[in-house]
Structure formats: structure tokens, C-alpha cells
């Protein structure tokens, strides 16, 4: 199973494997307060994709469309395929820290992420 939740959230069991998919480090909150498995920063969409979008809604569909198609390269295609395998095993939580919860990086590589393989994994917010 998949999720997605905010970095600033506290962590729970129920979360499972815990991955930050954003290409900077969250301000405020500290690294061992975080309980990261992975920091993934490399799945985050690039700086200039991530300068222009800005986190502007009216922006997003146009932003998911250049984000996919950056985690179409390699090495993003690979690390997609490799948590799309962990979330059919158990459960994966992508974090980020983003203030909107429906137009952000995370929403388009979960997106991304159930997408691969024979079972997509069930998505949860």
C-alpha cells in the first residue's frame, strides 16, 4: 500500500516505511525527529521544474505533465519501479512538505509509482 502525508505530521506504526521525496530538506524539522528509511531527493522534480511550478495550483497540470516525464529518465525510472516493488510488499509512506495537499510532487509520483508494475498498489491520502 501506498500513501502520501506531510514530513511535519508525526510519524506512526502505521506508516510503514517512511521516504522523503523532496529535493530539500523541510525547514524545522530535525533529522532523527523525522524517522526517514530513505530521502529520496533524486525522485523530486528537478530545481527549475520545482522554481517554475512554485506550488501555484492554476500550474499543476501542467507541472505533472514535465514531473512525469522527468521520472520517465533513468535513474528516476528505476528508483519509480523499486518503491512501486516496496509498496506491493508493505507499506510505503512518501513524505513531503508542502503546505497544499493536492497539487504537490508527492500526489504525481504516487500517481507515478501505481502506475508501474502488474498490481498497482492502492493509493491512500
Known amino acids: 500500500m501506498l500513501r502520501?502525508?506531510?514530513?511535519?505530521?508525526?510519524?506512526?506504526?502505521t506508516d510503514g516505511e517512511r521516504v522523503l521525496v523532496d529535493r530539500l530538506w523541510p525547514r524545522g524539522v530535525k533529522k532523527e525527529d523525522a524517522r526517514l528509511d530513505a530521502w529520496l531527493a533524486e525522485l523530486a522534480p528537478s530545481d527549475a521544474l520545482r522554481r517554475w511550478f512554485g506550488h501555484e495550483p492554476r500550474r499543476f497540470a501542467e507541472f505533472r505533465r514535465?514531473?512525469?516525464?522527468?521520472l520517465e529518465r533513468s535513474p528516476s525510472r528505476a528508483l519509480v519501479e523499486e518503491l512501486a516493488r516496496r509498496a506491493a510488499r508493505g507499506r510505503?509512506?512518501?513524505?513531503?512538505?508542502?503546505?497544499?495537499?493536492?497539487?504537490?510532487?508527492?500526489?504525481?509520483l504516487a500517481a507515478a509509482i501505481a502506475r508501474v508494475g502488474e498490481r498497482p498498489p492502492r493509493i491512500r491520502a
Request: net charge neutral.
Open 4 to 13: 502520501i502525508k506531510r514530513v511535519y505530521e508525526p510519524p506512526s506504526p
Open 66 to 70: 514535465r514531473y512525469l516525464r522527468e
Open 92 to 108: 510505503v509512506t512518501l513524505l513531503y512538505a508542502a503546505k497544499d495537499e493536492e497539487h504537490n510532487n508527492a500526489v504525481v
